[in-house]
Structure formats: structure tokens, C-alpha cells
């Protein structure tokens, strides 16, 4: 039954790590998709593809600021599940 809660406290903890990773990438892309979105409107230019560039400028940003911040929590994350599993295989 430890063994259970056990992996369910890692499914959780995964959840929430997934989250935490995903969030700063979603968040930049949905407010540069919104402000592009405004100007398409105020303007009344409805091309589809205008937002691609922007939007990639904008993750790719992201990515280089928050990008070790983001590979450490999940290398601390992995290493979390591997001492896991070396410990239920005891």
C-alpha cells in the first residue's frame, strides 16, 4: 500500500511538474496570439499566418530564459522518479 501511494504522490508531482514546464511557453505564445489578435481586429487584416513569427520569436525568447530554470526541475524530477524506482525494485 506505501508502494501505491507512493506512485501516486509521483503521478501528482508529475502533473504539476508538467504544468510548471508547459505554463511560461503557453502563457507567451496565448498573450502574443492576443495582442496579435487586437491589432488584426482594430485593423481589420485577417491573415492567418501573420501571428506564426511573432509567436515563435516569442516561445523561442521563453525558452532562452527560462530554459535551465526548466531542464533543472525536470532533471531533478527524473532523478526524483529513477531513486524511486531503484528503491521499489529493492
Known amino acids: 500500500m506505501d508502494d501505491l501511494s507512493n506512485l501516486l504522490a509521483l503521478a501528482d508531482r508529475m502533473l504539476w ?16 496570439g492576443l495582442v496579435i489578435g487586437l491589432i488584426q481586429a ?10 506564426f513569427v511573432p509567436k515563435l520569436a516569442a516561445i ?3 525558452l ?20 524511486e524506482i531503484s528503491r521499489i525494485g529493492q
Open 42 to 51: 482594430a485593423t481589420s487584416v485577417n491573415e492567418q499566418t501573420l501571428t
Open 60 to 62: 523561442a525568447i521563453v
Open 64 to 83: 532562452v530564459i527560462f530554459g535551465a530554470s526548466m531542464m533543472t526541475l525536470l532533471g531533478d524530477f527524473m532523478q526524483e522518479i529513477f531513486a
Open 17 to 32: 511538474v508538467t504544468a510548471l514546464l508547459a505554463a511560461p511557453v503557453l502563457l507567451a505564445s496565448l498573450a502574443v
